[in-house]
């Protein structure tokens, strides 16, 4: 059974979609054993609590320092002694001790198809701003293993979503959640609870 950790820092919708992936059987071997929020009034926390996960928050504002709140963060993440970390909207710059410790061993949902529309200040809605800006005809997502860059991990899976003309941003935030975040996270994590997921030099190779 792969013990998982989600973190989050908002509306928690990619975590809702891997407690129903769970709870319909489209992940197997998998449980979620703790959600850690930075931000107290994250919806997220609502969604463990009605679901029965332990869930806490864990903000840098009640530490003194980074250091303090880094050690706290790693403390309560060992305490559950996870197989897997699972950043679904979590915004917080993760302590690099972590990053090493849990080589391979934690993933992010990124909202465009990387490597194009992603890397610093690329997150949240402005990331469908650049990519209508841009003009470009598809976006998408992307799972992806984090090591210390930004967004620069072995990229599990992607899925690819149509720009519509006359998309806003919201719009087209909410197409590629449903197309593609809620989709490819859940089946990112049932690979890698599975033994699919194989890191090879930088690259991800999905056993059959
Ligand atoms: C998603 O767009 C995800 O791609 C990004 O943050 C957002 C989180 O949304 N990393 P939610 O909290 O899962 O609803």
Redesign the pocket.
């Known amino acids: 059974m792969l013990r998982i950790g989600v973190l ?8 809702q979609a891997i407690i129903d992936a769970i709870a319909a059987g489209k992940i197997t071997n998998a449980s979620i054993e703790i959600v850690i929020s930075n931000n107290p009034g994250a919806y ?1 926390l609502t969604r463990a609590e009605q679901n029965g996960i332990e869930h806490i928050c864990i903000s840098p504002k009640n530490y003194a320092d980074r250091g303090a709140f880094n050690r706290a963060l790693l403390e309560k993440l060992e305490e559950y002694k996870l197989d897997l970390i699972v ?4 915004m917080v710059v993760l302590p690099p001790e972590l990053i090493d410790k849990y080589q391979n061993r934690i993933i ?4 465009a198809l990387i490597p194009s529309f992603c890397g610093k200040g690329y ?2 809605l402005h990331v469908h701003e650049e990519v209508l800006k841009r003009g470009v005809k598809l976006t998408g ?1 992307t799972v992806h293993f984090v090591d210390a860059g930004t967004d620069t991990g072995p990229i599990i899976l992607q899925k690819a979503v149509e720009v519509q003309w006359g998309d806003s941003p919201e719009i087209l ?1 909410k197409r ?2 449903e197309q593609a ?1 809620w989709q490819i996270m859940p089946q990112a994590i049932n690979l890698i609870a599975n033994g699919k997921v194989e890191v090879i030099d930088g690259k991800v190779k999905i056993k059959e």
Do not use: D, F, K, W
């Open positions: 989050v820092s908002g509306g928690g919708t990619n975590l997220a950043l679904a909207g979590c992010n949902i990124h909202p997150y949240g997502a935030q590629v959640m975040e």
